[in-house]
């Protein structure tokens, strides 16, 4: 089976403005989640979509957002960019929402100018 | 709640030394526990994982067990080779919640 896919890879941005980033799960996967990697903050729990439902969330501003489509692919969405925002950025799919391993996608490196 | 206290780093160690990472942790109920890896530039790969008390996960010479009496999940190694360098990070996960991570150990390998 192929892995997680993240894209773009590598995304640079200016302040002010916004930035979708997409996942696509590991066939038959039906949980993505999010996470943020920073050097200060290291990783951190953005949210879960599980059948196109935000399940849980993590402790960030509502700038930061989600969805995920019919076929289980997820995109996050962050507006109004802040500096504070660069980070790599990585998908995880699972199985179900259950204690199923979470498998990692290569991330998306967001540098925020 | 939960959170994963893990050894600080930098470790550097010679190739074939042995190598053990600490970790340690506090959950609400009964976790499984990881161990995932990230090399230079890339996302984060399951090392290894144990679901419940006393199993040991092992993969590619690595091996960590799960110790409930002192809620501990450290990596072994017994001898380690340059390619191993990498950052290793110890995670949580209770039930359907999402994964609690440590720091991260980074650890560098020299021939």
């Known amino acids: 089976k192929a892995g997680v896919t993240q894209t773009p890879r590598y995304l640079i941005k200016t302040r002010g403005q916004q930035v979708t980033l997409s996942c696509s799960p590991i066939?038959?996967?039906?949980?993505v989640s999010w996470y943020q990697q920073t050097p200060g903050q290291g990783l951190q729990f953005l949210f879960e979509y599980f059948s196109e439902t935000q399940r849980n969330k993590g402790n960030f501003p509502g700038r930061f957002s989600g969805r995920q489509f019919s076929n289980s692919r997820s995109e996050m969405n962050v507006s109004t960019l802040e500096l504070g925002d660069s980070a790599l950025y990585l998908c995880?799919?699972?199985?179900?929402?259950?204690?199923?391993?979470?498998?990692f996608g290569p991330g998306t490196r967001l540098t925020v100018l | 709640g939960n959170s994963v206290t893990q050894m600080e780093g930098p470790v550097t160690l010679s190739e074939e030394a042995f190598l053990t990472i600490n970790c340690t942790y506090t959950a609400t109920g009964y976790p499984s526990l990881f161990w995932y890896v990230q090399y230079p530039g890339e996302g984060l790969q399951l090392l290894l994982k144990a679901t419940k008390a006393d199993d040991k996960g092992s993969n590619k010479g690595f091996e960590a067990t799960y110790r409930k009496e002192t809620t501990s999940f450290h990596l072994e190694k017994g001898s380690v080779q340059v390619s191993d360098s990498a950052v290793y990070f110890c995670a949580l996960q209770t039930g359907a919640n999402n994964l609690f991570f440590g720091t991260g150990t980074r650890l560098t390998v020299i021939p």
């Open positions: 066939s038959g996967h039906r949980s």
């Open positions: 995880a799919s699972r199985a179900n929402t259950g204690p199923d391993t979470q498998y």
